[in-house]
T-cell receptor, first 114, second 112 residues
Framework: DAGVTQSPTHLIKTRGQQVTLRCSPK?????VSWYQQALGQGPQFIFQ???????QRGNFPDRFSGHQFPNYSSELNVNALLLGDSALYLC?????????????FGPGTRLTVL | AQSVTQPDIHITVSEGASLELRCNYS??????LFWYVQSPGQGLQLLLK??????LVQGIKGFEAEFKRSQSSFNLRKPSVHWSDAAEYFC??????????FGAGTRLFVKA
C-alpha cells in the first residue's frame, strides 16, 4: 500500500502565477481533504472532496479551487498567487464509511511564492 | 466556534523522562479527538484517536492519551521519551461535519 502520495514535492512560483498540486489517496479511500500549513502553524482546512464534489470549504478565497477524479485522486489549484500562499500543502484521505473522519496524510507539497 | 488549544508552543525534556503535552478543545459535545506527529518537512502521522469508550487510549510508539470530558482536555503522555520523539505534535478534533480542526502544535525537544 503506497499510502497517500502528493506531487510535486517542492514548487517555486512568482506572484500572480497559477499552480496545480496533485494527490492520490490511500487505497480504499474515497474522500480527499486539502490543508494549508503555514510555517510554525497547524494545518488549516481548505476543502474536502467526495464523489467528485466539494462538500465543505474552510475560510479560503475562491482563488483556491479543486477537483476530484473518478479514481478518487484530487487536484488543488491556486490562482493569482500571493506571497502569503507560501506554505506546505497537505492532502489527507479518508473513507466515507468510517466515522470520525480518520485521515491519512501525504508528505505534502512545499510551495514557495516569490 | 470549535477550537483547539495547545498551550505550550515548545517543550524540552531529557531523554528517558516522562512527557505530557496538553490539549484543550472547545465544543458543545464530545468530538472525535486525534493526536498527530510531524517530523520536519514531513506530513502528519496519526499517533492515536479517541472516538468513544475507554477514556485512556493507547497509540503507536508508546504514546497514550486521556480524554477528560469535565476539563475538555485530551492530553498526550509518554512515560519515557526517546531522542527520536523530537518532532511537532498536533492535537486535532473532528466535530461531525467534514473538517478537522488542528491546534497550533507543540514542538518537542529532547536533550541527552
Amino acid at each position: 500500500d503506497a499510502g497517500v502520495t502528493q506531487s510535486p514535492t517542492h514548487l517555486i512560483k512568482t506572484r500572480g502565477q497559477q499552480v496545480t498540486l496533485r494527490c492520490s489517496p490511500k487505497s480504499g479511500h474515497d474522500t480527499v481533504s486539502w490543508y494549508q500549513q503555514a510555517l510554525g502553524q497547524g494545518p488549516q482546512f481548505i476543502f474536502q472532496y467526495y464523489e467528485e464534489e466539494e462538500r465543505q470549504r474552510g475560510n479560503f478565497p475562491d482563488r483556491f479551487s479543486g477537483h476530484q477524479f473518478p479514481n478518487y485522486s484530487s487536484e488543488l489549484n491556486v490562482n493569482a498567487l500571493l506571497l502569503g500562499d507560501s506554505a506546505l500543502y497537505l492532502c489527507a484521505s479518508s473513507f466515507s464509511g468510517q466515522v470520525g473522519n480518520e485521515q491519512f496524510f501525504g508528505p505534502g507539497t512545499r510551495l514557495t511564492v516569490l | 466556534a470549535q477550537s483547539v488549544t495547545q498551550p505550550d508552543i515548545h517543550i524540552t525534556v531529557s531523554e528517558g523522562a516522562s512527557l505530557e503535552l496538553r490539549c484543550n478543545y472547545s465544543y458543545g459535545a464530545t468530538p472525535y479527538l486525534f493526536w498527530y506527529v510531524q517530523s520536519p518537512g514531513q506530513g502528519l502521522q496519526l499517533l492515536l484517536k479517541y472516538f468513544s469508550g475507554d477514556t485512556l487510549v493507547q497509540g503507536i510508539k508508546g504514546f497514550e492519551a486521556e480524554f477528560k470530558r469535565s476539563q475538555s482536555s485530551f492530553n498526550l503522555r509518554k512515560p519515557s521519551v526517546h531522542w527520536s520523539d523530537a518532532a511537532e505534535y498536533f492535537c486535532a478534533v473532528h466535530t461531525g461535519g467534514f473538517k478537522t480542526i488542528f491546534g497550533a502544535g507543540t514542538r518537542l525537544f529532547v536533550k541527552a
